[in-house]
């Protein structure tokens, strides 16, 4: 059974770090193209970042610099690392993995970021 489930959310004030956990199932994170998106209250899911099966990374503008995403073929999980959170990065933050670039099929449950000034 193909599952993501996501971990690490919480509340932490302007400037601190959250790092964020998304353990697969059913497949394996290495042969997926992997994504972050997020969603905050009022506004449409936005892209975040992703990993290509190459190791190639990208990010939106708006996380560049502050955010690193990562893998564990070992552990079968997608990490994020946020760092020097702003009340900007309030949202629902999922995993997201897709056999191309930006079509996905299966996506987690998602976990909450809250980001306080």
């Known amino acids: 059974q193909v599952q993501l489930v996501e971990s690490g959310g919480g509340s932490v004030q302007t400037g601190g770090s959250l790092r964020l956990s998304c353990a697969a199932s059913?497949?394996?994170?290495?042969?997926?193209?992997m994504a972050w998106h997020r969603q905050a209250v009022g506004k449409q899911r936005e892209w975040v970042s992703s990993?290509?099966?190459?190791?190639?990374?990208s990010y939106a503008d708006s996380v560049k610099g502050r955010f690193t995403v990562s893998r564990d073929s070992a552990k079968n999980t997608l990490t994020l690392q946020m760092n020097s959170l702003e009340p900007g990065d309030t949202a629902r933050y999922y995993c997201?993995?897709?056999?191309?670039?930006?079509?996905?099929?299966?996506w987690g449950q998602g976990t909450q970021v809250t980001v306080s000034s």
């Open positions: 990993i290509y099966i190459s190791g190639f990374r």
């Open positions: 059913g497949f394996r994170v290495s042969n997926y193209f």
């Open positions: 997201a993995a897709g056999l191309s670039s930006g079509e996905y099929n299966y």
